[in-house]
């Protein structure tokens, strides 16, 4: 391991559950994430990968619409994310358009990055050298199938935990 690895972590469909974060969304009042369930096993993985891997190095990278950046960062906190993985409360990201993710990981030296969009890593590609692909969404491969050599699948966090901790 090196002390330059940095780990980029998205929030919805990889730490949030993209069903209920869909189905809070639209049943919730504004801000009201209550409901949005945390993907198994996320926090648990997340706090390994801090502890024996990235340490300070870990961020959420994530984008959304202004009004929706403060709910997912209430929602965070009400799922105490901050205290039970160790990523520091302020090394949170947030941009507006998918693509702004490569600027963000370039500024900030990622080297590591999760995601469930592939089009997301498509923008990641000779920018981040591991890239990960999170219970990928059928229609996403459709469309942008041609990075799938550039990145490697994952359909757990226990899969994402094995396959970092491997490295080193």
């Given at each position: 391991m090196t002390a330059r690895e940095v780990l980029g972590v998205d929030i919805g469909g990889v730490i949030i559950d993209r069903v209920?974060?869909?189905?809070?969304?639209r049943t919730m009042r504004p801000g009201g994430y209550a409901g949005a369930a945390t993907i198994d096993g996320a926090l648990e993985a997340i706090g390994q990968l801090v502890c024996q891997r990235f340490h300070d190095r870990v961020w959420l990278i994530s984008r959304c619409d202004e009004p929706r950046e403060r709910v997912l960062a209430e929602w965070l906190e009400r799922q105490n994310f901050f205290d039970s993985t160790g990523v520091p409360r302020h090394q949170v990201r947030f941009c507006r358009e998918r693509r702004e993710k490569a600027i963000i990981c370039k500024e900030l030296g990622v080297t590591h990055f999760i995601d469930d969009r592939l089009e997301v890593l498509g923008h990641l590609v000779g920018i981040v050298p591991h890239l990960y692909l999170f219970q990928s969404r059928a229609r996403d491969e459709d469309e942008f199938g041609r990075f799938l050599p550039h990145v490697?699948?994952?359909?757990r966090w226990r899969d994402v935990v094995d396959a970092l901790l491997a490295q080193r």
């Open positions: 209920s974060e869909d189905d809070a969304s490697r699948p994952m359909t």
